[in-house]
């Protein structure tokens, strides 16, 4: 004779709902503001500001220099909690989440 088992509670999606990752720096939204600003939002309930005026200006810009297109800044996405635009751009959220929990802005 087998012991019946409850399948609610030990069925793989009940596992699975439970084991959901979330790290608390994957941005969650994005909203673009005036003068090559971003307001990000992260999975952990923190928000604040990316500033990349100073970057998309500068000679050091490299991929970045793109950005001072205020048409393609505006086209700010996010791909798997990162905030990228096309042609494979992207911050990472992980450094962004540190500096705006200390400073509420990250300046680049």
């Known amino acids: 004779m087998c012991a019946e088992s409850s399948t609610?509670?030990?069925s793989s999606t009940a596992l699975a709902e439970k084991i959901v990752p979330r790290?608390?720096?994957r941005v969650t939204a994005v909203e673009v503001?005036?003068?090559f600003?971003?307001?990000v939002f992260f999975a952990d309930g923190l928000a604040g500001i990316v500033d990349l005026a100073g970057l998309v200006h500068s000679p050091r810009a490299g991929v970045f220099a793109?950005?001072?297109d205020p048409a393609l800044f505006a086209?700010?996405?996010?791909?798997?909690g990162a905030v990228s635009w096309p042609g494979d751009v992207d911050l990472a959220p992980d450094a962004?989440?540190?500096e705006i929990q200390k400073h509420e802005v990250w300046t680049l």
Not at 75 to 80: A, D, G, P, R, S
């Open 66 to 68: 793109a950005l001072a």
């Open 8 to 10: 609610s509670s030990h």
């Open 23 to 25: 790290s608390p720096w």
């Open 96 to 98: 962004m989440h540190s």
């Open 33 to 35: 503001l005036p003068a």
């Open 75 to 80: 086209q700010v996405t996010l791909e798997y």
């Open 37 to 39: 600003q971003l307001r």
